[in-house]
């Protein structure tokens, strides 16, 4: 059988832990085999990233800018524990943070469905998709801690030096503050990048904030998003039976407990943080957890919405057995592959990713599956696999499909 082309290379982002382990098998049984893959490979794994200075992290984003599309390990992000386990020159910054802060884009962020892992609630039919902002507010505040009395004032000062300042509070006693800010460029990409991308997958969008307390800031995330969609998206949505929707945060949760799914769902950097979590846990796992950066440029990066998962990769190095799920990274995979067949116009490219997409969730449903699915499942008669056999079991689906 002779191997499907690629036209222009992948930028690969390897990472750290399990996950670098899973890269390698899911690259060595279910892609080299079939694919002549691709890439511009740089290694974000912890080690080299301290060699580089970190250099290897913005260089990897700016061949995303170039290329067009990337597909991400899960990597590191270094805390005080980490800098000395690894010996770190610094506490370097979360790759994510640096890549995104560059690429400027909206998550989204998508369960992987499969029966038999059927959704805690149980009218949600359809994947809820998580749209969060990558840019801004708590990520990028700035905090003190306020030792005792006294007053904490925010101040603009303007270019021409005029200022215009508003009390925060006066303090009676010691306490915290915290500072945080946001960009109308910003906000409207994250705008424009949901309303393309429900276009895209033709699919409803919700937006919500908390506007009513927020009176500017929330409010302004509000406005923009009503005028751009008002000036350039409001016939799109209509031709496509979908619609745009607005609504206060606490509504917009009592919402989603009670909707069957299928819509997207945009969250402000934090809200969409913590709700991703709480949907995938919801959906079944975080190892079922899709997630690609998509820049206003239409630039696209593809990653798991888990870690390196730590745990698993010390019993490894212990060499006790493993079953890690590798879904997700899979999944990472085939989304740039198939972005990629897009955009190069390779069909056979994209048809591969959907072959290997059905193959995995057949696998599962025919009964074999990783540990932390077999803990949840509904299925009866499951074989746990470990972690290699279960990505050969995907490789033996795949080649008998
Ligand atoms: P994690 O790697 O997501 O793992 C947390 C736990 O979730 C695991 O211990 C495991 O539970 C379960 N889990 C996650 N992914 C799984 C999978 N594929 N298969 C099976 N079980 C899975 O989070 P963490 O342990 O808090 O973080 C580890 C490192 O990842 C940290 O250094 C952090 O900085 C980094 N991180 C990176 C990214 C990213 O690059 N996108 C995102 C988040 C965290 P059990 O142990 O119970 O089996
Ligand atoms: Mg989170």
Redesign the pocket.
Known sequence: MSKIEMKTPLVEMD???MTRILWKYIKDELLIPFIDLKTEYYDLGLEHRNETDDKVTFDSAYATQKYGVAVKC????PNAA?VEEYNLKEMWKS??GTIRAILDGTVFRAPIIVKGIEPCVKNWKAPITIARHAYGDVYKASEMKIPGPGKVELVYTAEDGSTESVLVHKFDSAGIVQGMHNLEPSIESFARSCFNYALDTKQSLWFATKDTISKKYDHTFKDIFQEIFDAEYKEKFDAAGIEYFYTLIDDAVARVMKSKGGFIWACKNYDGDVMSDMLSSAFG???MMTSVLVSPSGVYEY??????????YYKHLAGEETS???V?TIFAWTGALRKRGELDGTPELAAFADKLEKATIATIEGGQM?K?LALITELENVTVLNTENFIKAIRATLEAM
């Not at 899960?74 to 992000?77: E, H, S, V």
């Not at 990653?303 to 698993?312: D, L, P």
């Open positions: 990472g750290d832990e899960a990597t590191i992000t980490r790759p994510n796992s975080l190892a990653e798991a919405a888990h870690g390196t998962v730590q745990r698993h890690t799920n590798p997700a990783t932390d």
